[in-house]
């Protein structure tokens, strides 16, 4: 099993940034590509980045491509969302998620986290 506890959600202006954490334990999270999600309301989940554990290859969605980075902590078993240049429909709930890269990259995990929201006002 894989855990995943997200944090650093909250409510930003257009134009700012926010850092999303995803903390993972577990037997063996670190042969995962983990990456993050978003669900708008009414709308359906979406990948946004992806980073593997080995190698530090990074994927991302086209609408958030030079705006958010991804990057890991290999001693802290924590990966991060910065996201910079926030705007309105950047609004979601953030999820952290674990998983094959293939699984991944084609829009789905083996472990969730719990979510962190995210608002971004005009």
């Known amino acids: 099993q894989v855990q995943l506890v997200e944090s650093g959600g909250g409510l930003v202006q257009a134009g700012g940034s926010l850092r999303l954490s995803c903390a993972a334990s577990g037997r063996t999270f670190n042969y995962y590509t983990m990456g993050w999600f978003r669900q708008a309301p009414g709308k359906e989940r979406e990948f946004v980045a992806a980073i593997d554990w080995s190698g530090g290859s990074t994927f991302f969605a086209d609408s958030v491509k030079g705006r958010f980075t991804i990057s890991g902590d290999n001693v802290k078993n924590t990966v991060y969302l910065q996201m910079n240049s926030l705007q309105p429909e950047d609004t979601a709930i953030y999820y952290c998620?674990?998983?094959?890269?293939?699984?991944?990259?084609?829009?789905?995990?083996?472990?969730w986290g719990q979510g962190t929201q995210v608002t971004v006002f005009s």
């Open positions: 998620a674990a998983g094959p890269r293939r699984t991944i990259v084609a829009g789905s995990s083996n472990y």
